[in-house]
């Protein structure tokens, strides 16, 4: 038998492992353990009751005993585990250990390590871009905070972007650290714009071409691909970082990218801006998500899901009309038809827009854009052949950050979001109490979220100036991302995602 305790620090891991007589490999493993009462408990546990997480919902560790913290770990197993994150043809033997929470986590394991189907059996072009030292250090690029003229000119690094958005922030004109950025307001953001950056091409254009890395004779940055952050933080709400990005800018190597032709390439930032995904990049147990753990990433060759899930990414990631032209090449009129899983999920109709890119083909508002996310988690695990129940498992048992803050978070009428917690505050929100702070408004209006609760209590106390529409609607992912399986499941069932 073995255990993983933690006092809750991520570098205070450590484990206790029991050994009985020599024979074959079969042992009990429980993970995650932050009370030794629970051991004993669990090995005691009769098997009622909803399964554990890791923290609750608002916050503070799940301590409860269940008989489904207490996996079975065989040779059976381990091979299952060797064919996740080892290189082909590790022995089970050799397999590195995972940390499954629950039965359920192992199911969802079980699933993920079968996929016939992973990137490394598509064709596709791949690069880790300039190298931060040795391009400064040769005069390829300065670290000069400025405006580009064009996206030809921009130097990517990993606070760009984030989950589905190619546009998330942008360095402040005297950046000095990866704090240093602003957001951008994505309800009225342009129909063009280049984001400012921190680095600038320090020689000539031919000279700095022919450094970049080239693809079948062309340099990367003509191609579209989908980015991911390198580095994991495992201590954040999300740990995988993708998003699709046009042709034109280069990326430091905290960033990679990868390109495939535009269909498969939109299906990976879609696929990889999900939950299940996320979760496989906390599992590999990885500071980096370098190509050979994401080589091992399911893909499926082909799925009738793929058809909401490219539109649903492309109406998250094209942002601006520099995203027209992969609009127009993929553009499904199956999508006419679409609409959200539930009505209240979304505030956007999704059968509203053109085929040619307009203003309208994004989702910009808070609600939309998670809406939209929430949806693709669902997708995926259909992709996945997932359950429900295993896709809700992953989200108890990995996502303790995310689960916190949804756990306080509603959105008003307009779809714009309030959250208890600055970290996934939304924009407005953060606009306004900034300004509070500035003496503009209120004092009151310093912390949004405690207006909220007064709101709550009493729906007349608050003034709210028209910054936003009640009646206000909570976040609840795990019902949402159930109720989006159970609907789109039955969608494919009739027939509404054939050709």
């Not at 995988?240 to 800018?249: I, K, N, R, S």
Request: hydrophobic share 35%; net charge negative; glycine share 6%.
């Amino acid at each position: 038998m073995s255990f993983s305790c933690s006092t809750g620090q991520a570098a205070a891991w450590y484990g206790v492992a029991i050994y009985g007589s020599h024979g074959r490999v079969s042992f009990r493993q429980i993970g995650q353990i932050f009370d030794p009462s629970t051991v004993d408990a669990s090995l005691e546990h009769d098997g009622s009751g909803g399964l554990p997480g890791v923290q609750y919902p608002p916050g503070g560790w799940d301590l409860r005993a269940h008989n489904g913290r207490v996996v079975t770990v065989n040779e059976e197993v381990l091979g299952r585990w060797a064919q996740l994150f080892d290189e082909p043809g590790t022995p089970a033997l050799e397999a590195r250990l995972l940390r499954p929470v629950t039965t359920s986590d192992l199911g969802a394991l079980d699933i993920l390590s079968t996929q016939r189907q992973r990137l490394s059996h598509h064709v596709y072009s791949f690069t880790q871009g300039l190298n931060e030292t040795n391009a400064k250090r040769d005069g390829t690029i300065r670290w000069e905070t400025g405006q580009p003229g064009s996206w030809d000119e921009v130097v990517l690094q990993g606070p760009h972007f984030t989950v589905a958005t190619p546009l998330s922030q942008q360095p402040r004109p005297q950046c000095r650290n990866a704090q240093d950025y602003d957001a951008f307001n994505l309800e009225l953001l342009p129909a063009q714009i280049v984001p400012r950056t921190n680095y600038q091409r320090d020689c000539d254009r031919d000279t700095y071409v022919a450094r970049l890395d080239h693809w079948n004779g062309r340099p990367f940055t003509d191609h579209w691909r989908v980015a991911w952050r390198a580095m994991v933080d495992a201590g954040t709400e999300r740990s995988l970082h993708a998003a699709l990005v046009p042709p034109g800018p280069a990326h430091v190597n905290a960033v990679f990218t990868l390109h495939s032709t535009p269909e498969l390439t939109t299906r990976i930032a879609g696929l990889w801006s999900t939950l299940p995904f996320d979760y496989l990049a906390k599992q590999a147990g990885r500071s980096n998500l370098h190509l050979d753990v994401m080589n091992r990433f399911p893909l499926p060759v082909s799925s009738q899901f793929y058809r909401p899930l490219v539109h649903r990414t492309l109406r998250l990631n094209c942002l601006t009309r520099d995203y027209e032209s992969l609009w127009v090449e993929l553009f499904d009129p199956v999508w006419r038809r679409d609409s959200w899983s539930a009505p209240q999920l979304g505030r956007t109709p999704l059968d509203g827009f053109q085929t040619t890119w307009t203003q309208q083909t994004p989702l910009r508002s808070d609600q939309d854009r998670r809406a939209a996310l929430v949806e693709l988690d669902a997708l995926a695990a259909l992709t996945l052949g997932l359950t429900a129940e295993q896709l809700c498992a992953m989200y108890r048992t990995q996502f303790a950050v995310l689960r916190k803050y949804e756990h306080q978070m509603v959105f008003d009428a307009e779809g714009r979001k309030l959250c208890a917690f600055h970290q996934s505050a939304g924009y407005r929100q953060s606009q306004l109490q900034d300004e509070a702070k500035a003496g503009k408004l209120p004092k009151e209006w310093q912390n949004l979220w405690k207006l909220y609760l007064q709101h709550e209590a009493d729906p007349g106390s608050v003034d709210w100036l028209g910054h936003y529409t009640p009646p206000f609607t909570r976040a609840d992912r795990e019902a949402e991302m159930t109720r989006a399986y159970n609907e789109f499941a039955a969608r494919a069932a009739a027939g509404e995602y054939d050709d």
